[in-house]
Structure formats: C-alpha cells, structure tokens
C-alpha cells in the first residue's frame, strides 16, 4: 500500500537509488539503519519500491529494497527478512559451516547494502566470497588469525620458496612466537607484494568478527579474477 510510512532496519543503512538497479550509477544517498521513509509505490523489480525520504528538510525519491525496511507500528521494529541472496547465502552456510558464529551470520545477514555496494549481487559471487571467507575464518569459527609459529613451521609455510615472503633461516628467529612482527614481515610492508595486493589489510579485518564482512567487501571487489 503506497504512502505507507517504513524504518530502515539494516544495521548497515540502505541505499537510496535512481532506478530498482544495483549499481554504484545509481547511488543517491545511503540512508541510516533507522530512517524514516515513505513508499511511495511498487516498481519493475518485485523486491523493491519507490520511496520517498526527507533529509536535512530536503524530500528526495528513490527506490530501495523492500527487505531492508520494516513497518513504523509505533513500536520497536523487527529486523528486515534478509534478500533472497543472503537468504541463501545463510541456508548454504547453515549446511556447510554448523559452527559459525552468530557474530559472522548477523555481519552476512545485515551486509545487504555493502553487498549491493561493491557488485556481490549473483549467487556466482556470493559462492567466491563465502568460499574465501571461510577459508580465512575456519568455517566462520575463527575471530583472529593466529601468526605465532616456531622457526621449523615459519620456514615451512613462508620460507624461501614457500612464499613470496622468503623468509630466511636467518631472520627467523626474529619472528618466532612474535605474532604482531611476522605478521608485518609476510603481509605488511614486510613483503611489498602482498601489501600492494591488500592482503595485510584482509587479514587485519578478519580480527574483528562484527565488522570482517563490510571490510572484507571492498577488498574482494577490487580483484579481478573474482568479478
């Protein structure tokens, strides 16, 4: 019904677009998780509507998607269904990784607008992301990457090589057990190559769990072989 009045329910905002189309074209405004808006009318897309917004004493109309808002009932709102994409995404990991944290399915489950954001919007490449993702976090079980290693198992998996960090029987006593200086040498600015590919900034992200989905977006956009 139109001129029904919505909250924003995603903790990470909403977009407020041009057209029903995913796209960083058709980006106006990122609406906060709480936001007031007005629905205006259905639109081409089943899952999304024409809205309207007032920001800073300024109306602005758009379209959104309808699972990210909740009714305004004067009480609190009820977290919005997820899309049908991260509906999936969460069935599938229900299956694949029974031990994931809550902390990780809430970060899935609220990401629709950084999903959307940086072009993770087909079940291909929401398969590639979780993929990685579950690689980096034992299944989503893992808060932190552990980089404490003795000397014998640093040069088995960084050694020369081994890894485009090189690591050498000579400085690695240096970094045996000292997680924070390994850590910079193989992907830091200790190992250039792995610095310029983000990698250092991917495995900094995965330390804290409530946001390791929204940083980890970005980075995952920017690789090729991914898109």
Sequence with gaps: MANEQFRVTNAGGMWLRTEPVVSPQTQKVLLP???VVTKLGDSANPDWWKI???LNGVDQEGFSN???MAPVDGQSASPAAPSDLLAKALSAISHVAPQARNSYLEAIRNGGPLFEQHGITTGLRMAHFLAQAMAETGA???LRESMSYSVP???EIFGVHHHSAKIT???APNFAHNEHALAERVYGFGNPGKAE???AARIAIWAKSAGSISRTIPIYSR???MR
């Design 33 to 35: 998780n709480g936001q």
């Design 52 to 54: 309207t917004v007032t």
């Design 66 to 68: 309808k699972h990210l």
């Design 140 to 142: 989503f079980t893992v």
């Design 153 to 155: 198992r640093m040069l």
């Design 169 to 171: 029987p000579a400085e």
């Design 197 to 199: 590919e983000g990698k």
């Design 223 to 225: 690789w090729p072989n």
